[in-house]
């Protein structure tokens, strides 16, 4: 692992430490995404200010900044976490899938198909992330199949089958299996349950049972 020094955490793009882990449907395998991912999160772990980044307004004209940093991205051969989600106020005014569309076609404009085939896009609805509360796994599955559908429309069938869609917003150990069962939901990204040995345990154990 390279030792240099992450990125300065108040930057909307976060190279993952351990606090995140990247937790693989497919081979059931928790991990470490130091290198080569970057996460890119549009709300920076904090409610959205108005009118500004990726799915504030959706009829707005506002140029998504993290589409810029996946442009240079595919140019610099890195592979992005796209974190995509609403805030509370969104989620009670039933503004879900609005808020997410734009998420998804603005921050995936300009980028080549092969390039999108191969990132990964996390559900993390912003009133889930550290707070305890977390999407049921039928909201997870309906938003991340939702998710595939949008990518689906811009880039074909054979992408949006094969970008890795994943649930993000308190998994723990009790219900990683229930999100990851979900035929849409290709992974979980983990963020506090990582950090304790404990749970990281009972986690993969849960997994395998």
């Known amino acids: 692992m390279d030792n240099a020094a992450p990125p300065n955490p108040k930057t909307s793009i976060v ?18 995404i130091f290198k080569p991912f970057t996460q890119i999160n549009p709300y920076n772990n904090t409610e959205i200010p108005p009118n500004t980044g990726c799915g504030i307004a959706v009829k707005s004209a506002v140029k998504c900044p993290e589409n810029a940093k996946m442009i240079a991205m595919e140019k610099a051969n890195l592979t992005p976490i796209y974190c995509v ?10 503004e879900t899938k609005e808020v997410v569309k734009e998420q998804v076609v603005k921050g995936l404009e300009g980028l080549s198909a092969e390039y999108v085939s191969k990132m990964i896009i996390a559900y993390e609805p912003v009133w889930s992330i550290g707070t305890g509360k977390n999407a049921s796994k039928e909201i997870a599955q309906d938003v991340c199949h939702f998710i595939r559908k949008e990518v689906a429309k811009l880039y074909g069938r054979k992408v949006a089958n094969r970008v890795i869609i994943q649930y993000g917003g308190s998994v723990k150990p009790h219900n990683v299996k229930e999100y990851l069962t979900q035929p849409d939901i290709d992974g979980a990204l983990v963020g506090g349950a990582s950090l304790k040995v404990e749970s990281f345990v009972e986690m993969i154990e849960n997994l395998i049972a």
């Not at 989600?85 to 039933?94: C, D, I, S, V």
Request: proline content about 0%; charged content about 10%; overall charge negative.
């Open 15 to 32: 190279a993952a430490t351990t606090t995140f882990l990247v937790l693989l449907k497919s081979t059931w395998l928790l991990i470490n």
């Open 85 to 94: 989600g609403e805030t509370l106020a969104q989620f009670e005014a039933n």
